[in-house]
């Protein structure tokens, strides 16, 4: 484990973020649990030690890339949505304790590890955890334009997440969507939806992974929320998907 900690400290400190002991030792607590769990029950398809430090701790990590520094100090309160096994929620958790973190899964059996491992790591009482979907939680007004900053590590396509997540964010906050290297063309397909989701664009901030001599190229698209999500929206459950906002 020691050489897993120096491994986790070292990219932790090329990402601009500095871990602390304690810090450290709950991050490896998470992976040694991950890993544990994942041999009994398909959590991450990733099971390799140094790929689940820079796949999933580093690059939940790096999402805080795109909080602008003026309001940083500000954000308080954050939303997961489509979490999985804790995703980048757990992590930013990790890091920034003073952040009230809801994590947002519909797959049961991750949402019993998150709330397994939030109680192993003592977050039980300050992070809430929400077997769901976001369709559902979006209309909730106990949740809907409720959360300073959303974030997503979900594969589905910008126009769809935008749906399931801008609802959420309220006036003067910003969703970030964690994506993989190709999305210009979801940019051009989603401009309508963030549009009339009451979203617009910040910018898109390039960043990479490294690992093993490869270097993995990754984007965060910032989203401000500048106007109130149109009731309609989001849609119910299977519309969205079939019939993205063009």
């Given at each position: 484990m020691d050489g897993l900690a120096t491994s986790l400290q070292k990219r932790a400190k090329q990402a601009g973020i500095e871990l602390d002991k304690d810090q450290i030792g709950k991050f490896l607590l998470f992976l040694q649990e991950l890993q544990e769990w994942n041999r009994k029950v398909n959590l991450t398809a990733i099971n390799d030690d140094e790929e689940i430090l820079v796949k999933h701790f580093i690059d939940s990590l790096f999402c805080l890339l795109g909080v602008p520094s003026k309001i940083y100090q500000k954000i308080?309160?954050?939303?997961?949505?489509?979490?999985?096994?804790?995703?980048?929620?757990?992590?930013?958790?990790?890091?920034?304790?003073?952040?009230?973190?809801?994590?947002?899964?519909a797959t049961r059996k991750k949402v019993e590890f998150i709330r397994y491992i939030s109680g192993k790591l003592g977050f039980e009482r300050s992070l809430e955890v929400i077997h769901g979907r976001a369709e559902e939680y979006g209309r909730n007004g106990e949740y809907r334009e409720k959360y300073d900053l959303a974030v997503s590590r979900a594969v589905s396509n910008l126009a769809i997440l935008a749906e399931y997540c801008l609802p959420f964010?309220?006036?003067?906050?910003?969703?970030?969507?964690?994506?993989?290297?190709?999305?210009?063309?979801?940019?051009?397909?989603?401009?309508?939806?963030?549009?009339?989701?009451?979203?617009?664009?910040?910018?898109?901030?390039?960043?990479?992974?490294?690992?093993?001599?490869?270097?993995?190229?990754?984007?965060?698209?910032?989203?401000?929320?500048?106007?109130?999500?149109?009731?309609?929206?989001?849609?119910?459950?299977?519309?969205?998907?079939?019939?993205?906002?063009r």
């Open positions: 308080r309160k954050i939303i997961d949505i489509g979490s999985g096994a804790g995703f980048p929620g757990i992590p930013l958790k990790i890091y920034q304790p003073r952040f009230e973190l809801t994590l947002l899964e964010v309220k006036i003067g906050g910003i969703f970030i969507s964690q994506k993989g290297r190709e999305i210009k063309g979801e940019l051009q397909k989603a401009g309508k939806a963030i549009e009339v989701l009451g979203g617009r664009i910040n910018k898109i901030i390039p960043y990479k992974l490294s690992l093993r001599g490869e270097e993995l190229e990754r984007n965060l698209v910032v989203m401000d929320k500048v106007e109130k999500t149109p009731e309609d929206y989001p849609r119910r459950t299977g519309v969205v998907v079939k019939r993205p906002i």
